[in-house]
């Protein structure tokens, strides 16, 4: 496959309007071991607005507060290792167009 | 929120269907609550988008009268655009009868649009409360009973609260979590099931969405992309113009996704390089992105509609039609259909399976249920004809490019050269099987 041109996603995240819960982590890994074990780690590249990410140790880190919701991540990842909630009510990212 | 709340009806989320099964059950008397976890309804919601003016119309007769209608141009030109890597083959279709009388359809933003239907529904009688998830379902007996949602009953009681309601109508979109607790599915969908897509909304300078696209003030484009929009991978992309913005996104399979390492910004940031679309959004500035899944299990993860005291509509059930872009309207014409089956639940004062049942009989014979059976197969041939999203595309490309640059050379040399394209890309036997079988499938529409 050809190469896709770079970008910085972090340009498009910042068009969004978010209202961030602050007491509720709606996105949690559930065993950090399991992702140690994923060759793959195919959340670093289908999640459509960057969440998952690695840190310099190589783990992944989850930015939940840039999440648009849409559910990929709950059924995407190959080893089912990320509890996955909606935000609380009103709560989460707040599509101005939509 | 008090201790016990008890409605009628109870419709969890703001978005079409939700909205069209709420005001059918309150324009019919019954106490109509809608819970919504946005702010307002419509903040959670990304569509491409395109609403089609009959199913609003059988919701709000008197659209027409409405001082500013809560769309962005009527569609008058609609159709295809194959992409190759440079070039484009515009197939698209408009006539001077689209551009007189009332559009069949429009251009719309979610966050406009559901929440100028939610005031309809105001109206029309309905509670809407939003900013509020519901959380689980009450169950009494193997019957639903109402919902849990993710407030406090009180101050000091912060137990969630919970609302009574013999009739449940899940709307919960394409993330269908409450329908699987309900038990009227017992699997997660899978990756392969849905399309995810990426769009933006790309503000063009004054007056050019008219000039680019060769519109007039009340004329709007609504193509898909196809060929190099997807890298030649099954899906498509899409571009619709808005008043002074277009929407430009693209969708794959979530498993090509995840399966091919494909990042949806790049994917899409590719698509706005192709030269024909550079050249649309220069100078333009991007609003807002977004993503959203599109469900396309189709009839093999359809869940059962209705079960003692809950029914499920709209993308939460899969009712939507990729191919033809048919979403919102098949999420009303389902609402509508719930709420009436939840009326007459009512006028028997009867809320078990049979009672319910009504529903699912109701959209059974109906073209949606029709439709979801043709998808399957249309479905089934895309997948084992993929040349529809590579091939196809480019050597339309191609064979276009050379027969209208053929001044100056002797014709046949052209058409030699075109057969020959033909033969190495796809062979001229497999090209006419291929057109046979797409025929027949249409055939049997
Ligand atoms: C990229 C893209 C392009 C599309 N293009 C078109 C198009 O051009 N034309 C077209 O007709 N259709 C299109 N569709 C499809 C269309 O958007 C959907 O079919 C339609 O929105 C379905 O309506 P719905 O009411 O079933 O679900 P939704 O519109 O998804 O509404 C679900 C609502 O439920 C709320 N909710 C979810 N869970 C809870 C909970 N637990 N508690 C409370 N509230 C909850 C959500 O916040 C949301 O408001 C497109 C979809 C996508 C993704
Ligand atoms: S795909 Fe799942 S298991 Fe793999 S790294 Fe990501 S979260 Fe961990
Ligand atoms: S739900 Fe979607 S946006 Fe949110 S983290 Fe998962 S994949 Fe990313």
């Known amino acids: 496959m050809k190469p896709l041109p770079k970008v910085n996603i972090d340009d498009k995240v910042f068009t969004l309007k978010y209202y961030v819960d602050e007491e509720f982590v709606h996105l949690k890994i559930k065993d950090p071991r399991v992702c140690k074990e994923c060759l793959e780690k195919p959340c670093l590249s289908f999640c459509p607005v960057g969440v998952y990410r690695l840190d310099r140790q190589g783990n992944i880190t989850v930015g939940y507060q840039a999440c648009v919701e849409c559910g990929s991540c709950r059924v995407a990842c190959p080893f089912l290792n990320i509890e996955w909630h909606y935000p609380r009510g009103g709560y989460g990212v707040a599509y101005k167009f939509g | 929120m008090g201790k016990e709340l008890e409605y009628q009806v109870v419709v969890v989320g703001g978005g079409p269907g939700g909205l069209a099964a709420a005001m059918t059950c309150a324009r019919a008397g019954l106490s109509t609550l809608l819970l919504e976890r946005g702010r307002f309804a419509g903040a959670k919601n990304l569509f491409g988008g395109v609403v089609y003016t009959e199913s609003i119309l059988s919701l709000v007769p008197d659209l027409f009268s409405e001082k500013r209608l809560p769309f962005e141009r009527p569609v008058t030109e609609e159709g295809w655009w194959l992409l190759s890597e440079k070039g484009v083959v515009k197939l698209t279709h408009t006539e001077a009868e689209r551009m007189e009388g009332p559009p069949r359809a429009y251009t719309a933003f979610r966050a406009r649009f559901d929440p100028w239907l939610a005031q309809k529904a105001k109206e029309a009688g309905v509670l809407l409360v939003p900013k509020t998830k519901v959380i689980d379902l009450l169950k009494e007996e193997g019957q639903v009973k109402g919902v849990v949602v993710d407030r406090p009953r009180d101050w000091e009681d912060q137990e969630p609260a919970v609302v009574r309601a013999p009739v449940v109508i899940l709307s919960e979109g394409v993330n269908r979590l409450l329908a699987q607790k309900a038990g009227l599915i017992d699997r997660d969908f899978k990756p392969q099931e849905v399309a995810l897509s990426v769009k933006e909304v790309v503000q063009l300078p004054k007056g050019e969405v008219e000039k680019r696209l060769g519109l007039k003030e009340n004329q709007g484009l609504a193509v898909e992309l196809l060929g190099e929009a997807t890298l030649g991978l099954p899906g498509s992309g899409f571009l ?11 969708g ?7 399966q091919k390492g494909i990042k949806p910004y790049e994917l899409l940031e590719n698509l706005k390089r192709h030269p024909v679309l550079a050249r649309i959004l220069e100078g333009g500035e991007t609003l807002e ?20 005291g809950v029914m499920v509509v709209g993308d939460a059930a899969g009712l939507v039609n990729p191919l033809f872009r048919e979403g919102t309207n098949l999420a009303i014409y389902s609402g509508i259909m719930a709420g009436k089956a ?16 009504l529903y699912e009989e109701t959209l059974k014979s109906s073209y949606i249920y029709r439709d979801l059976q043709y998808f399957r197969k249309l479905k089934r041939y895309l997948q084992e004809n993929r040349a529809w999203f590579d091939t196809y595309p480019q050597l339309f490309n191609q064979v276009l490019g050379l027969y209208l640059s053929a001044q100056g050379r002797a014709k046949e040399e052209v058409f030699r050269e075109i057969s020959k394209l033909i033969r190495q890309r796809r062979g001229m036997v497999n090209l006419l099987k291929d057109a046979l079988k797409a025929f027949k499938l249409f055939k049997g529409w």
């Open chain 2, 240 to 250: 619709y113009t808005n008043t002074t913005t277009v929407s430009l996104g693209v």
């Open chain 2, 252 to 258: 794959l399979f979530l498993s090509d996704f995840a």
């Open chain 2, 289 to 308: 992105y977004g993503a959203h899944l599109i469900p396309e299990w189709g009839l093999e993860g359809l869940p059962k509609l209705s079960a003692p």
């Open chain 2, 342 to 357: 939840a009326v007459a639940a009512h006028e028997k004062g009867h809320f078990g399976s049979s009672s319910l049942a």
